[in-house]
């Protein structure tokens, strides 16, 4: 059995990396593929390079689109898609040549409708690759175990591209349109669906960080939009999985962390822009205060680091301990 991968790429304004992503996916040794670039709107010639694959190899598929983002481009992809299975690759990326073997493998293997790799991380200025977040072991786990681990980021979190999926799991799922961190709702609810997982322990895929990608921009209301998809998953999982409710309540604290500490480091104009989100993330921060002192989740320089930063002290520490700090010579 030699079931067709849907592979979703997002693309926009990326013509200096698309070649090398798109190159990696038909050259995958696994090749019962259909590739679906999805043109958002894209302002450079990455629209031209998509129109070029599709002329030269038919497994190529080409949407274009006005702009909608990241979640609207995957979600067209997905309504179109033809395959059995899904896997998703962002367009300044790029994944191992046996990736979508190794991942079959392991769901007919293992019977399963989702199944987790690793990848590696790469400086997009020395080159360097890093192995990042990787399943220790391969393994069958429960979805349960699965949200768990990516709740508390062991070894995995939600990120939607070094996954596999069978299309099953998006018959009613799709990405927030409009938002970013748009796998952070998401992947946990396919997990809980899938019921079970396969643990790949390859790294497999190579995520590229550049300056100006989501990730690394900076603050403007998209910055708030991870914490905001938690404020909706911690009441759904006291709900739904009481189970999980510690690993969600750890989730939905470091979220909180994150935007404090982010405009704690940032200037004095954008913690006045936002000083509104400031006072929010700590007032719901002290929700939490029970947690920050108990919780078996925390290290010992995580829980002291939160509770400065719910009491308002983090930034005045950490211009005292650069003041007395001893300077090497």
């Not at 300044?92 to 293992?110: G, H, N, R, V």
């Not at 290290?299 to 520490?317: K, P, V």
Request: proline share 4%; with cysteine.
């Amino acid at each position: 059995h030699n079931p067709l991968i849907s592979v979703i790429v997002p693309v926009y304004n990326v013509e200096a990396f698309l070649p090398k992503c798109v190159d990696s996916i038909l050259t995958q040794t696994y090749r019962n593929l259909e590739v679906i670039l999805v043109d958002d709107g894209t302002k450079d010639a990455s629209d031209k390079i998509c129109d070029a694959y599709a002329e030269k190899d038919s497994r190529v598929r080409v949407i274009h689109k006005a702009n909608g983002g990241l979640s609207s481009a995957r979600n067209a992809g997905i309504d179109i898609a033809k395959g059995e299975y899904l896997a998703f690759v962002d367009s300044d990326d790029w994944i191992e040549p046996q990736t979508y073997e190794w991942l079959m493998d392991l769901a007919q293997k293992y019977e399963v409708k989702l199944v987790c790799a690793g990848r590696y991380d790469v400086d997009s200025e020395t080159g360097a690759k890093t192995r990042g977040l990787c399943p220790p072991r391969e393994e069958v786990i429960s979805g349960e175990e699965l949200v768990r681990r990516i709740f508390t980021w062991d070894n995995i979190d939600s990120a939607a591209w070094d996954k596999l999926y069978h299309r099953s799991l998006f018959r009613e799922i799709r990405y927030p349109f409009g938002k970013v961190c748009e796998d952070v709702p998401t992947t946990y609810r396919i997990a809980l669906d899938a019921g079970k997982a396969a643990m790949c322990d390859k790294p497999v895929y190579n995520y590229l960080h550049r300056p100006g990608s989501i990730t690394t921009a900076s603050v403007s209301p998209k910055t708030f939009h991870y914490c905001e998809h938690t404020e909706t998953i911690y009441p759904w999982i006291l709900e739904n999985r009481p189970s999980l409710a510690a690993e969600a309540e750890y989730l939905r604290v470091r979220a909180l962390v994150y935007n404090l500490i982010t405009l704690d480091l940032a200037g004095e104009a954008l913690r006045q822009t936002y000083a509104a989100q400031y006072r929010k993330s700590r007032k719901e921060l002290r929700k939490h205060f029970r947690f920050l002192l108990t919780s078996s989740l925390l290290g010992r320089q995580e829980r002291l680091t939160d509770i400065f930063l719910m009491l308002g002290w983090y930034r005045s520490l950490r211009r005292l301990y650069h003041l007395i700090k001893p300077h090497k010579s």
